[in-house]
């Protein structure tokens, strides 16, 4: 389904990393991310990409049956499927529940003590898998009584 999904949305231009570094460090880890609309998360009890590799390569023999995580983008023409680790896992799930960074962050350490946020983020812009990073302070004019 992911596949198909982003095979099928709009082309859309993805956050630069020139604009990742427009944004104050100060306000980064309050920043809520917006990811791509042709990049998804699947979440598998069950080793998903070497699964979906068994079925389109020649030979693939799976030896681990582990649970899973995968990234679907679609970076060009063509749609991608890779392995994702427990940590950026876990990030990438909170961000596109709409925690702010640092929450995503916090929650991916919780699982991962070596989990690397600048890493984690640098590499997802560098796929294409973020469409933009939104400020908070909307959100909070929006619905503090006391914001002037």
Same mark, same amino acid.
């Not at 679907?72 to 799930?93: H, T």
């Given at each position: 389904?992911?596949?198909?999904?982003?095979?099928?949305?709009?082309?859309?231009?993805?956050?630069?990393?020139?604009?990742?570094?427009?944004?104050?460090?100060?306000?980064?880890?309050?920043?809520?991310?917006?990811?791509?609309?042709?990049?998804?998360? %699947?979440?598998?009890?069950?080793?998903?990409?070497?699964?979906?590799?068994?079925?389109?390569?020649?030979?693939?023999?799976?030896?681990?049956?582990?649970?899973?995580? $995968?990234?679907?983008?679609?970076?060009?023409?063509?749609?991608?499927?890779?392995?994702?680790a427990a940590g950026?896992?876990?990030?990438?799930?909170?961000?596109?529940?709409?925690?702010?960074?640092?929450?995503?962050?916090?929650? $991916?350490?919780?699982?991962?003590?070596?989990?690397?946020?600048?890493?984690?983020?640098?590499?997802?812009?560098? %796929?294409?898998?973020?469409?933009?990073?939104?400020?908070?302070?909307?959100?909070?004019?929006?619905?503090d009584p006391n914001?002037?």
């Amino acid at each position: 389904m992911c596949c198909l999904q982003a095979q099928g949305v709009a082309d859309q231009e993805p956050l630069s990393v020139a604009q990742l570094a427009a944004i104050p460090v100060e306000r980064l880890l309050d920043a809520r991310m917006e990811l791509h609309p042709a990049f998804g998360l %699947i979440e598998w009890p069950y080793p998903i990409v070497a699964i979906r590799a068994a079925h389109t390569d020649d030979v693939v023999t799976i030896e681990d049956w582990s649970p899973q995580s $995968a990234l679907v983008l679609r970076p060009d023409a063509e749609v991608v499927v890779r392995a994702c680790a427990a940590g950026p896992s876990v990030f990438i799930a909170a961000a596109a529940r709409g925690e702010t960074l640092r929450v995503a962050a916090e929650a $991916a350490q919780a699982v991962d003590s070596e989990f690397d946020f600048g890493q984690a983020l640098v590499e997802l812009i560098g %796929i294409g898998a973020v469409a933009a990073l939104a400020q908070n302070e909307e959100r909070k004019g929006a619905h503090d009584p006391n914001h002037p």
